[in-house]
């Protein structure tokens, strides 16, 4: 066994933290990211069985006993790469909350947003066995979209959608969109939770977005490809002279990839 920080997993997420703040993504402490840890990636970890123990409600049941990789609250992500130690850390899923089993040096916890990534994960696993992870940012163009489109699900997805040809073939399932609301609490993580029965993207108006994936590189796709549709849409919206990519040509691309599409969206 090894210890944590020097595992794949928390090498490639401290990483992807940098990446995110290279972006412009991820300013000061902004976003957060855990990984399910597959049982054989347990065993590759020093885990300490009687960490610390912090009581929580509403865990779903479908998570207790699992270990989870996860940034800590007040992770500045410019700097996790070079404090492993307390910025990033591990937890095993209780009944009534979860034990820190490795990391969070200094008496560090995890994110704030703890309540949505464990709500989220429960969601996703009944859908996807092979979910593993929940990635968020504060993507800025996908922000920025949140003040000037509709924000329900149907438009938004379909306005994407007409951006660039691959986001029907990406997120086919489409996004779901949250109007503003206090992070943080159980309140957002139960109403992404309730969007993620059905897509694995949720936008959070005036705030950011998050993805889940089979990965760190599958969850973070999924915002790129959002966030370039978002870009372009946000260069374009007040000087386009056509509307973007139609139902005929998105149809015409779903029958070509064999993918199918989020009812309600497209008029056949």
């Not at 994936?213 to 370039?228: M, Q, R, W, Y």
């Not at 040509?249 to 989020?262: D, G, R």
Request: proline share 2%; aromatic share 8%; net charge negative.
């Amino acid at each position: 066994m090894a210890d944590y920080k020097d595992h794949k997993v928390v090498r490639e997420l401290a990483d992807l933290t940098y990446t995110m703040w290279n972006m412009g993504w991820d300013e000061k402490n902004g976003g957060n990211i855990s990984y399910i840890l597959l049982d054989d990636e347990v065993k590759e970890i020093d885990i300490d069985e009687n960490g610390r123990f912090y009581e929580m409600v509403s865990i779903p049941e479908n998570m207790v006993g699992k270990y989870i990789v996860i940034t800590a609250s007040g992770s500045n992500f410019r700097l996790v790469r070079d404090d492993v130690e307390s910025t990033v850390g591990v937890i095993r899923v209780e009944e009534n909350g979860y034990t820190i089993v490795a990391g969070f040096a200094n008496d560090n916890k995890p994110t704030s947003e703890i309540y949505m990534h464990l709500l989220s994960h429960g969601t996703r696993l009944k859908a996807d066995p092979e979910h593993r992870v929940i990635v968020h940012n504060h993507a800025t163009e996908i922000s920025e979209m949140t003040f000037v489109h509709e924000l329900d699900d149907t438009s938004f997805t379909r306005t994407l959608w007409s951006m660039i040809t691959e986001c029907i073939v990406v997120f086919p399932d489409g996004v779901g969109v949250l109007p503003w609301m206090v992070c943080g609490n159980e309140e957002i993580g139960l109403a992404t939770a309730k969007k993620m029965e059905t897509c694995r993207i949720v936008v959070w108006a005036h705030h950011g977005i998050l993805a889940s994936g089979s990965s760190l590189n599958d969850a973070f796709g999924l915002i790129e490809t959002v966030n370039k549709a978002a870009k372009i849409y946000m260069e374009t919206v007040d000087k386009r002279i056509t509307t973007g990519i139609t139902d005929e040509q998105l149809i015409e691309l779903c029958a070509f990839f064999n993918i199918t599409p989020k009812e309600g969206i497209i008029k056949a």
